[in-house]
């Protein structure tokens, strides 16, 4: 990268061109295993996410070091026992923040240097069951700068238990709020008609029988009468991490801004 910036300096190459270079450059091959996009998180403050699912023990580590390497952090999803165990090992303990129900961690090095953005993001999930999802959106809203503030089990099957949990998040000033729920994904919608915040839905699978897996619950969120409420796919509680995190830093952004 130093290599490019110098040659523009110089004059030896032109805006275009050291555009293009960069761009090539945040793209790195390990051992032609994986293209692993370094510059991610510069370009679009998104970090970049290793989903483990697939991969070997031996090709997940290699992957981590080098992004440990470029990045000075990595971080890891929907991990199995053994590659939990070994990426521990590896890098061990003190290094390792592990998110159980989420079979998700991230890795630091030494020096990394997390930065706080100012921005807030609010988890509600209808059942305990729907965990692991929040704590996939939790782990990259954090990696991303933001602060979280997670409330489990608030099912609309007894809305009363929504009651204290939504009344938190406004006096926390969330900047945006994940809802995540299975079965018929009410809660969602009953959230989105009683604030005022930027709300992303997330279908879970965790309901079973006829339009379980997620899929009713997908249906209704997506057929949801309540404005303000966007939706993503089941179970992605990373793509509504992004999207919560994303909303909450340029809400931060812009309080610093008229500070």
Not at 40 to 58: C, F
Not at 60 to 83: F, H, P, T, W, Y
């Amino acid at each position: 990268m130093r290599e490019i910036l110098e040659k523009l300096a110089q004059g030896k190459i032109s805006i275009d061109e050291a555009e293009k270079a960069l761009k090539i450059h945040a793209i790195e091959d390990v051992a032609n295993i994986a293209r692993l996009d370094v510059g991610r998180e510069v370009r679009r403050g998104v970090p970049e996410i290793i989903l483990a699912e697939g991969k070997s023990r031996d090709d997940l580590v290699r992957i981590c070091e080098r992004m440990l390497e470029r990045n000075g952090r990595v971080i890891v999803s929907r991990a199995n026992d053994e590659q939990l165990a070994e990426l521990r090992e590896k890098f061990g303990a003190n290094h390792v923040r592990r998110f159980p129900h989420a079979r998700s961690l991230v890795v630091r090095g030494s020096g990394y240097r997390a930065v706080e953005t100012g921005g807030r993001v609010g988890i509600i999930t209808a059942g305990t069951v729907d965990l692991a999802v929040a704590e996939e959106a939790a782990m990259v809203a954090e990696e991303m700068g933001c602060q979280t503030f997670l409330e489990a089990d608030a099912g609309a099957a007894g809305i009363h238990r929504l009651t204290e949990p939504l009344s938190r998040m406004i006096q926390n000033d969330v900047d945006s709020l994940i809802v995540v729920a299975g079965r018929e994904g009410a809660l969602p919608t009953v959230v989105a008609g009683l604030v005022d915040i930027p709300l992303i839905a997330v279908p879970a699978s965790s309901g079973y029988g006829y339009g379980g897996g997620g899929e009713a619950a997908l249906m209704a969120m997506l057929q949801a009468c309540s404005l303000g409420l966007a939706v993503v796919n089941i179970d992605s509680g990373i793509a509504a991490g992004v999207v919560a995190a994303q909303i909450a830093n340029r809400v931060a952004r812009a309080r610093k801004n008229h500070a």
